[in-house]
């Protein structure tokens, strides 16, 4: 059955650089996107970016200079770097399949929770 | 795009049937897709492009809409549709969600 899996570290610095790693399985990375959603504490849920099937990304343009997202398609692993760490980018980051070639989410990571803090 | 949704929080006793809104800044035909999320859980989809059904998703839930007004109906709330509910629009970069509307037991 798909499911996602999201793992990184749980505390970081501000300043820091931040990566996530998302590990799929049950579909192929060329043939479903994963985008990156992001929930502070409390908060709602904030879309970060995706890498569609065939490898183009788009960004949030909100964390686009700070955000990278990859793929490695051989370990299913889709992967997320964001530098310049702030307080505020504190929260749960899940990632997330799109139905196939739609905009929708139609499963989710249990999600990672990121705390960056001095 | 701003997707506003309304009201921020209802409170509902079980068996009421409601509507929740979702409106958008400008038109998105009718690629906006409605989430649920019960506390500590990820969200899950309920209704895909405005009125698409999801598969094992009770038929209670239902969606409407076009353009910049959207609805999600539940038929008689039951129990465990307490959570928050939010809207999502996929007609445009970048994607956006709704803030989100918190059912509750009255």
């Known amino acids: 059955q798909v499911q996602l899996e999201e793992s990184g570290p749980g505390l970081m610095q501000p300043s820091e650089t931040l990566s996530l790693t998302c590990t799929v399985s049950?579909?192929?990375?060329?043939?479903?996107?994963v985008g990156w959603v992001r929930q502070p504490l409390g908060k709602g849920l904030v879309w970060m970016g995706t890498?569609?099937?065939?490898?183009?990304?788009n960004y949030n343009s909100a964390v686009q200079s700070r955000l990278s997202i990859s793929r490695d398609t051989s370990k299913s692993q889709v992967f997320l770097k964001m530098n310049s760490l702030q307080p505020e980018d504190t929260g749960t980051y899940y990632c997330?399949?799109?139905?196939?070639?739609?905009?929708?989410?139609?499963?989710w990571g249990q999600g990672v929770m990121v705390t960056v803090s001095s | 795009i701003m997707l506003t949704q309304s009201p921020a929080t209802l409170s509902v006793t079980p068996g009421e049937s409601i509507s929740l809104s979702c409106r958008a800044s400008?038109?998105?035909?009718?690629?906006l897709h409605w989430y649920q999320q019960k506390p500590n859980e990820s969200p899950r989809v309920l209704i895909k492009?405005?009125?698409q059904s999801i598969s094992g998703i009770p038929s209670r839930f239902s969606g409407s809409g076009s353009g910049t007004d959207f609805t999600l109906n539940i038929n008689r709330v039951e129990p465990e549709d307490f959570s928050v509910y939010y809207c999502?629009?996929?007609?445009?970069?970048?994607?956006?969600f709704g803030s989100g509307t918190k059912l509750e037991i009255k």
């Open positions: 997330a399949r799109h139905q196939a070639g739609s905009g929708y989410f139609d499963y």
């Open positions: 049950g579909f192929s990375l060329t043939s479903n996107g």
């Open positions: 890498i569609w099937a065939g490898g183009s990304t």
């Open positions: 400008q038109s998105i035909s009718t690629n």
């Open positions: 492009y405005a009125s």
């Open positions: 999502q629009q996929s007609n445009s970069w970048p994607f956006t």
